[in-house]
């Protein structure tokens, strides 16, 4: 069965880095683009970033960008979000998620599978 396994998460103090990397299995990873979401503690799903199957494009959340990096290695099955200039505000579980879909979507109910997740605490 397809499984995705994220990992990397931790308490780091702001301003800190982290690396967040999501193992995927059961599935043609190069046929899905994948994405990174986030839940904080009684808020939605809010997307956070997403990357084309061939890794040639990406897209961003305002809040995010310019600081998180998306990046994918179809050899190794494997997507990673590296997470720069942290924010206590960006405290929250961090899902990966897979999208067979040839349009890449923000939106959390066009991925088909999702990782259990991980979670990232980021102190002031």
């Known amino acids: 069965q397809v499984q995705l396994v994220e990992s990397g998460g931790g308490l780091v103090q702001a301003g800190g880095s982290l690396r967040l990397s999501c193992a995927a299995s059961?599935?043609?990873?190069?046929?899905?683009?994948m994405g990174w979401f986030r839940q904080a503690p009684g808020k939605e799903r809010e997307f956070v970033s997403v990357i084309t199957r061939s890794g040639g494009s990406t897209l961003y959340a305002d809040s995010v960008k310019g600081r998180f990096t998306i990046s994918r290695d179809n050899a190794k099955n494997t997507v990673y979000l590296q997470m720069n200039s942290l924010k206590p505000e960006d405290t929250a579980v961090y899902y990966c998620a897979a999208d067979s879909s040839v349009i890449v979507s923000t939106r959390a109910s066009a991925y088909e599978y999702w990782g259990q997740g991980t979670q990232v605490t980021v102190s002031s």
């Open positions: 059961g599935l043609t990873f190069s046929y899905y683009a």
